[in-house]
């Protein structure tokens, strides 16, 4: 028998002693690795959330101070005339910065709050050039016409441990986010969008009053107190209103800001007040019409709210007709339990029926309906929309949220209060608290009102663009106390055809997050 090639040798029992503790140190080793694979898998979860917890903060607030900007006019008032867009975008102290500031730091980021930074930009041929005050952006960014916000949230607290060895970068987190207040009018030259494009707007919930394109109180009073369309007995002549939107451009005819409700100067639409009334006689089965066209300031000849003409009020005012409701209509408040065309004023119409710029001969189904009078309707679903009192005097706030000062804000930004019928109030919400959302605030579509249009009848017509509007109040004959918060047109400024594609949003000049450039 041949010998082993490899003899084992017999160490003996002195051997095994030598041995003794080895798996206790592997164990341990080990242990220490386990524990730092565990550790930094918790330090991996921790940075992945407070990462997701950053960016959903960074997008509520750059879309909370896009809001900001759309409600305030900005986009109405794009090249600043006015002077007064410091007071919204001006710097840390101002509403829109302000708000981005309070809804970035109310959700804490890793358990803390964060760090917020706040900057405006745009235009400029699609690049973001930024700056913490907007006033202090050069006019070639076209910052007014499609503003844009970045909010930037930081995080340098979080709770880490073997993320550090990575450098002070290894315990924060950073999230951006850019919204843009999206105003068509103009925008194909704006620099946000490409150059002769256009994006409609199409807002989704537009209250069925059909506006035409004339703003009251352009041109200005006369020197014997005569508005545009109202026949000056003296000179005998009668002005024509200037049109709010430009029908080859969709431009704003008159940009800038107005205090008082009424331009002075070189003042814009934005600020207005003025009433709007149906273009109806009171109480009859269909809309019989006061005037063709309908237009703006209508002098009623019999008085406001005297004999059997029932208004409208005395200038400025502007007549609507009544939109083409369709079905279903959505979000009806318990209390507007009247026809369909009560319901879509207290609730939402189908966006389809306000498509902009689709042309009355292009088989699109934007439509007016005169075959029923809408006085009672629009009463009875204002107050129910805006929490009026029924009935109540329309002179001074009845419950709904109003403006300050009432009908008539005579301060930029105009502050909304929250009036002792809001249904908040009681809820951690004073009455006579500063609000920035109210359900007084909505759209209207602006129609070319070269289409003629009959009584009784239902008509297409061409939406050109939309107004949102804050409801004062309303009285019991149906004429609607509004001022204008923005507008927005439908084309841009090289007449290229509309797309097809449209920005949804309660507004006319909706809110979006953005991909910066």
Not at 348 to 362: E, I, K, Q, V, W
Request: glycine fraction near 12%; proline fraction near 9%.
């Amino acid at each position: 028998m041949k010998a082993p090639l490899i003899r084992r040798r017999y160490e003996g029992p002195q051997h095994a002693k030598a041995e003794h503790g080895v798996t206790m140190v592997l164990v341990a080793v080990a242990m220490v690795a386990i524990v730092a694979i565990a550790a930094l898998s918790i330090d991996v979860i921790t940075l992945y959330l407070a990462r997701e917890e950053a960016q959903r903060s960074a997008d509520a607030a750059a879309l909370a101070a896009a809001r900001i900007l759309s409600v305030s006019g900005i986009t109405g008032d794009p090249s600043n005339t006015s002077a007064l867009w410091s007071a919204v975008c001006g710097g840390s102290t101002s509403i829109a910065s302000h708000a981005a500031q309070a809804v970035g730091t109310q959700n804490s980021v890793g358990g803390f709050a964060p760090t917020v930074t706040v900057s405006y930009g745009g235009g400029n041929g699609g690049s973001m050039s930024t700056n913490a005050d907007c006033t202090q952006l050069a006019s070639t960014t076209a910052f007014g016409v499609n503003p844009i916000v970045t909010v930037q949230i930081r995080q340098t607290s979080l709770p880490t441990f073997f993320s550090r060895i990575w450098g002070s970068t290894g315990n924060s987190v950073t999230a951006t986010a850019a919204a843009e207040a999206f105003n068509s009018s103009n925008s194909g030259n704006s620099g946000n969008e490409s150059v002769g494009t256009i994006i409609p707007v199409q807002p989704r919930c537009v209250k069925p009053w059909a506006v035409p394109n004339q703003d009251p109180l352009h041109p200005r009073p006369d020197s014997n107190g005569f508005y545009c369309n109202v026949h000056d007995t003296v000179t005998g002549r009668t002005t024509p209103c200037d049109p709010i939107v430009e029908l080859a451009s969709g431009s704003i005819r008159h940009p800038g800001i107005s205090l008082n409700g009424n331009p002075t100067g070189a003042g814009g639409i934005i600020g207005e007040t003025f009433w709007l009334s149906p273009d109806c006689r009171w109480a009859q089965s269909n809309c019989t019409m006061r005037v063709t066209p309908p237009q703006a300031n209508y002098n009623n000849s019999s008085g406001y709210m005297k004999g059997p003409v029932k208004g409208p009020p005395e200038p400025p005012n502007l007549v609507f007709v009544p939109g083409q409701v369709g079905t279903p209509v959505i979000g009806i408040p318990s209390c507007s339990n009247g026809d369909d065309f009560e319901k879509a004023i207290g609730g939402c119409d189908a966006p389809t029926n306000y498509t902009c710029g689709l042309s009355s001969g292009s088989g699109g189904t934007n439509a007016v309906d005169l075959t029923d009078n809408p006085d009672t309707p629009t009463s009875d679903g204002v107050s129910c929309l805006i929490h009026q009192a029924p009935g109540g005097d329309w002179t001074e706030p009845n419950g709904q949220d109003y403006l300050s000062p009432f009908m008539f804000p005579s301060a930029y930004p105009f502050q909304i209060l929250a009036g002792s019928s809001n249904p908040l109030v009681g809820t951690g919400l004073a009455s006579g608290s500063s609000i920035s959302a109210s359900s007084s605030i909505v759209s209207l579509p602006i129609y070319d009102e070269s289409t003629p249009v009959s009584s009784g009848t239902t008509t297409q017509v061409t939406f050109v663009g939309f107004l949102q509007v804050f409801i004062n109040a309303v009285d019991q004959f149906g004429n609607v106390n509004i001022t204008v918060l923005n507008v927005t047109g439908c084309g841009n400024g090289s007449g290229t055809p509309l797309g097809s594609t449209p920005v949804n949003g309660t507004s006319p000049v909706p809110v979006r997050l953005i991909t910066p450039p």
